[in-house]
């Protein structure tokens, strides 16, 4: 499989491999988001919400990276911690601010989140999918030896090969692009059932926190901690927790019988 750090050179300018599908994946993402909102007052607020989510995004996955997966290293590279050109965000950190980002957004706009979120979350998963292959050529989120000739054999440049060399490692970043995948497909059809606002989105929250905690069994890239678990697995357990808690809060608000105030009301009180 051939593997690219950098795709080319123009003029001493390198282009990542990493930097180019990523941007790939938010443009794929925004698209998508943009035929799910199709018919609804969100469509309109998709490119202004976008730019608060992105910079949320960005500040989240680069907190998550700094102080919840590598602070080991940069609690002695103080300086490095804002060199984010240098590479290192983390996803998960990246779900977390993004939604921060549209909840404020939100917010602003007199907008139910909730709703908003449920049209979002299969292009955002959709958009990770993707995101993966750019981990893949760029050699990080890379898995722990198998101890057989099975497994990625990464090229020297990359990270995976500066930790294991030529050893075969699990193909962790590609089974987690699948599993994205796959509930992408779970979401565009759960999205046609009557869900309680909200719903959508935090199933979403689960499932790939579920796939990402199973997979991190496998990765070889990051420290463990209590139980022997990473940080991505701490943080998808959180995340799963908190998701079931709110869906138990979604469908309590949302039962017969249960008066649901308006934006007027609310703003009245």
């Known amino acids: 499989m051939m593997m690219r750090v950098t795709l080319f050179e123009v003029g001493g300018f390198s282009v990542h491999s990493y930097g180019v599908i990523v941007a790939l994946a938010v443009l794929l993402?925004?698209?998508?988001?943009?035929?799910?909102?199709k018919n609804t007052i969100y469509q309109e607020h998709l490119l202004e919400s976008f730019y608060y989510a992105i910079v949320a995004a960005i500040i989240g996955a680069r907190?998550?990276?700094?102080?919840?997966?590598?602070?080991?290293?940069?609690?002695?590279?103080?300086?490095?911690?804002?060199?984010?050109?240098?590479?290192?965000?983390?996803?998960?950190?990246?779900?977390?601010?993004?939604?921060?980002?549209?909840?404020?957004?939100?917010?602003?706009?007199?907008l139910s989140f909730w709703e908003f979120a449920d049209h979002l979350a299969p292009a955002l998963v959709l958009g990770q999918a993707l995101g993966r292959i750019a981990c893949l050529l760029n050699g990080d989120a890379f898995g722990s030896p198998t101890g057989s000739g099975y497994g990625i054999v990464y090229p020297e440049g990359t990270m995976a090969y500066e930790r294991y060399g030529s050893q075969p490692l699990w193909p962790a970043e590609i089974w987690e692009g699948q599993w994205d995948l796959v509930v992408f497909a779970l979401l565009l059809i759960l999205r046609n059932k009557k869900l309680p606002n909200g719903v959508l989105f935090l199933i979403y929250n689960i499932l790939y926190a579920f796939g990402r905690f199973m997979l991190e069994y496998l990765r070889g890239d990051s420290p463990r901690y209590?139980?022997?678990?990473?940080?991505?697995?701490?943080?998808?357990?959180?995340?799963?927790?908190?998701?079931?808690?709110?869906?138990?809060?979604?469908?309590?608000?949302?039962?017969?019988?249960?008066?649901?105030?308006?934006?007027s009301e609310e703003d009245n009180a």
């Open 63 to 110: 907190v998550w990276h700094v102080f919840f997966f590598q602070w080991g290293y940069y609690s002695n590279h103080l300086g490095q911690i804002f060199a984010i050109w240098n590479g290192g965000i983390s996803i998960m950190g990246a779900i977390i601010g993004g939604a921060s980002g549209i909840a404020i957004y939100a917010w602003r706009k007199k």
């Open 29 to 37: 993402a925004l698209g998508v988001a943009h035929s799910l909102t």
């Open 226 to 263: 209590a139980l022997q678990w990473t940080a991505g697995q701490w943080t998808s357990v959180i995340l799963i927790l908190g998701s079931l808690i709110l869906i138990a809060y979604c469908y309590t608000r949302s039962r017969p019988g249960r008066q649901i105030p308006t934006e």
